[in-house]
């Protein structure tokens, strides 16, 4: 079983601010697994379907950010799944704009939305990506991060960011097919 959650929040008016990363990420990973994400359950929209002898759930809270644990438990639950079995793909702001991460397991740090997951369903043991937006308005605080994170991908970003969500998209593909293990998509993903 593997459930890959990707985060953002429903609406057109969101649709491609920084924090719907995830978002993108879950739809760039279904069209190269030829699954439509549509099926509405568990306060999500998901897509299902059996791969290399595993269930493969790819879900986009609809929620919105700050209640993602809500569907993320649900989820778990309707599909008897651990929250080892998760991976949660999301923005962050304090890694380089393009740059990717993925972890084990770990603290929510300033994301509501995996604040909302860990306190859901009460654990950090679950795998993240990370994908970045990070840059120097945000360190030197000229921009509060709220309004970055709401506001559209800029001119400048785009190109960085498009090829970030390709490569996690890929990546996970490869992994969902079997050919990398979690620690070699660790790997592959972070020495970037």
């Known amino acids: 079983m593997k459930i890959i959650v990707g985060l953002g929040n429903p609406t057109p008016k969101y649709r491609n601010n920084y924090h719907n990363l ?24 998901t897509a299902v379907k059996r791969i290399d002898g595993d269930d493969v759930v790819i879900a986009k809270p609809q929620t919105f950010m700050n209640l993602s644990g809500e569907a993320v438990k649900e ?26 991460r993925l972890r084990k397991e770990g603290s929510a740090g300033t994301h509501n939305g995996m604040r909302s ?4 369903i009460n654990s950090e043991n679950f795998p993240r990506l990370r994908i970045g937006f990070g840059c120097a308005e945000l360190k030197d605080k000229s921009v509060p991060i709220i309004e970055k994170v709401l ?16 490569k996690a ?3 996970l593909f490869d992994y969902i097919a079997g050919k990398l293990t979690f620690d070699a998509l660790m790997q592959e993903i972070n020495k970037g």
């Open 169 to 171: 998209a890929d990546k």
């Open 75 to 100: 989820l778990l639950r309707k599909y008897g799944a651990y929250s080892e079995d998760l991976i949660v793909v999301y923005d962050d702001a304090d890694i380089p704009v393009g740059k990717l």
């Open 22 to 45: 995830g978002f993108m990420t879950a739809d760039a990973l279904a069209e190269k697994l030829k699954m439509k994400i549509k099926t509405s359950e568990c306060k999500s929209l």
């Open 117 to 120: 997951i860990i306190k859901e």
């Open 151 to 166: 506001s559209d991908i800029s001119y400048t970003d785009r190109e960085k960011i498009n090829e970030a969500i390709q």
